[in-house]
C-alpha cells in the first residue's frame, strides 16, 4: 500500500518526501517586465511553509509576444542575462524551496489560446479558431507556423528549461494539455498539417518528443524532466485516450520524470470538471461528487507507462488522494485549487487536521458563468496569499467576476506598453 508520505524516488534521482503535489494554477501575478516579484514570492512561500512533495509553479511562458494572461511569468533565453532579473527568479524558486519541497516550472505556449485584447498573433499547428460558447469574440483565427517556426520553437523550449535550471528550479513540466499549442499539434482537430508536423499520430507527436529530447540534451542529467498530458480532449474526434496511451508509450525512451495527466481545453474545460456531455459525463464518474475525475483514465493509461504517473483534477478529500494511491497505478496526486485554500494542506493533512478542503464554485446556470466564477473566487484566495493575507473562503462569485475583469483589463494595459517598449 502507497502511502502519500512515503517518500519517490523519480528517474533523475530526485527524491519527492511525499506523493503531494500543489498543481498548476493560472497565478496571473507577475510583476511588471512580465517578472516574478514579491506577490509570487509570498504566494509561494506560503505554500512552501506546507511542505508538499513537489511544487509545479503556473504557466511560464516561452515567448513574450504569447500568453495565457496579461500577468504571465515570461522566462526566454534573454531574460537571465539581465542580472537583477535573474534575482527575482532566483528568489522565487528559494521561497517555493523552503520547506523542502522539489520545485518545478510549468513551462507553456498558448498557441491559438491567446486572447484578441492582447494585441498579440494567435498561432498554432493550423490556421483554426477557439470555439468556445459565448467567447467567440475573444479570440483570433490562428496562423499556421511553418516548419522553420515549428524548429524554432522547440528550441525555445528548451532554452526556457535551460535559464530555469541556471534560476534554481528542480525541473520542468512541458505544458501539453488543456489545448495550449502542444496540445494543438496532438489533437487531429486543430492539426490539419501535411508536413512531418502533421497526420498520423506519430506525425502530430513529433514536437513534443523534439521538446524533450531538446531539453535532455541542454539540461544536467539531475534537472527534471515532465510532461502534462490530456487523457483526452472531451471533444468528438479529438485526442483520445488511446491516442494518450501510445503517446505515453512514445515518450518511455525519453527518460522522463513523470507524466501529469489531466484533460479538456478552452472549448471543453474539463480540468475544470466541465466537460461537455460527451466526454464530462465519463470524465466526472469516479465519484458523486466530481473527485479525481481522471483517474480512470490514468490509471488506464498507467497499464503502458513506465514512468511515474501523477494524476490532478479535483481533489479536495485526504480520503480521495490516499483511495488513489492505494488502488494503484497513480504514484503522486496533484491538487491545485485545494491549495488555494488550505495552502499549508499537506502539513494539515499529516496532523489529520483539515481533512475535507470545501472549495466554493460560482452558483450560475451559464456554464462559462460558473467556471469563470469558480476561477475568480479562486484568484482571490491567491492575491490574499500573495499580499500576505489568510485566505477568504466566502467571496462574492459575480464581485469576484468583476473585479478580476478589472484587474485584467490593468495588467493588459501594462503588458501591452511593455511589450512595445520592448519591441
Known amino acids: 500500500m502507497t502511502d502519500m508520505f512515503s517518500p519517490l524516488t523519480l528517474p533523475c534521482g530526485q527524491v519527492l518526501p511525499n506523493r503531494l503535489c500543489k498543481a498548476a494554477m493560472e497565478e496571473n501575478m507577475a510583476d511588471d517586465g512580465q517578472v516574478p516579484g514579491e506577490d509570487l514570492r509570498r504566494l509561494y512561500g506560503a505554500w512552501a511553509e506546507g511542505s508538499p512533495g513537489l511544487v509545479l509553479t503556473g504557466n511560464v511562458m516561452v515567448d513574450a509576444r504569447a500568453l495565457t494572461g496579461p500577468g504571465g511569468v515570461v522566462l526566454e533565453k534573454d531574460t537571465v542575462s539581465d542580472d ?12 517555493g524551496k523552503a520547506g523542502g519541497s522539489k520545485l518545478w516550472m510549468q513551462i507553456s505556449h498558448p498557441g491559438r489560446q491567446v486572447y484578441k485584447s492582447q494585441g498579440t498573433e494567435a498561432v498554432s499547428a493550423s490556421a483554426t479558431k477557439v470555439s468556445m460558447a459565448g467567447a467567440e469574440k475573444m479570440f483570433d483565427t490562428a496562423r499556421a507556423l511553418s516548419g522553420d517556426e515549428v524548429r524554432a520553437m522547440v528550441t525555445r523550449f528548451a532554452d526556457t528549461a ?33 508536413d512531418e508536423y502533421g497526420g498520423s499520430l506519430e506525425s502530430r507527436a513529433r514536437v513534443l518528443l523534439d521538446i524533450v529530447s531538446a531539453i535532455r540534451a541542454r539540461v544536467s542529467k539531475g534537472f527534471g524532466v515532465a510532461v502534462k498530458l490530456n487523457s483526452a480532449d472531451f471533444q468528438k474526434g479529438g485526442f483520445d485516450v488511446a491516442d494518450a496511451k501510445r503517446v ?26 466541465m466537460a461537455d456531455d460527451d466526454g464530462g459525463q465519463a470524465a466526472q464518474s469516479s465519484t458523486a461528487l466530481r473527485e479525481m475525475y481522471f483517474i480512470g483514465f490514468a490509471q488506464d493509461i498507467a497499464t503502458v507507462a513506465d514512468m511515474p504517473i501523477m494524476v490532478t483534477g479535483g481533489v479536495t478529500k ?49 456554464k462559462l458563468l460558473r467556471a469563470l466564477g469558480t476561477m475568480a473566487m479562486t484568484k482571490v484566495q491567491l492575491d490574499r496569499l500573495g499580499a500576505g493575507k489568510s485566505v477568504k473562503p466566502n467571496v462574492n462569485a459575480l464581485l469576484a467576476i468583476i473585479g478580476d475583469r478589472i484587474r485584467i483589463s490593468r495588467l493588459t494595459k501594462r503588458y501591452k506598453a511593455w511589450l512595445a517598449a520592448r519591441n
Not at 537583477?84 to 521561497?95: C, N, S
Not at 505515453?248 to 480540468?271: K, P
Not at 491538487?335 to 483539515?354: I, Q, S, T, V
Open 84 to 95: 537583477a532579473v535573474l534575482a527575482q527568479f532566483k528568489r522565487w524558486a528559494e521561497a
Open 248 to 273: 505515453v508509450q512514445m515518450l518511455n525512451a525519453t527518460g522522463l520524470d513523470f507524466i501529469e495527466l489531466s484533460g479538456g481545453s478552452y472549448e471543453s474545460a474539463a480540468m475544470m470538471g
Open 162 to 194: 535551460v535559464a530555469a535550471e541556471q534560476c534554481g528550479f528542480d525541473g520542468v513540466q512541458i505544458h501539453a494539455a488543456h489545448g495550449y499549442l502542444v496540445a494543438q499539434f496532438l489533437s487531429p482537430l486543430t492539426n490539419l498539417r501535411d
Open 318 to 366: 485526504f480520503e480521495t488522494a490516499q483511495a488513489a494511491l492505494e488502488a494503484g497505478g497513480v504514484d503522486i496526486i496533484g491538487l491545485a485549487r485545494a491549495f488555494a485554500y488550505a495552502p499549508h494542506l499537506p502539513r494539515d493533512w499529516k496532523a489529520g487536521e483539515n481533512l475535507n478542503i470545501t472549495i466554493p464554485t460560482g452558483k450560475f446556470k451559464m
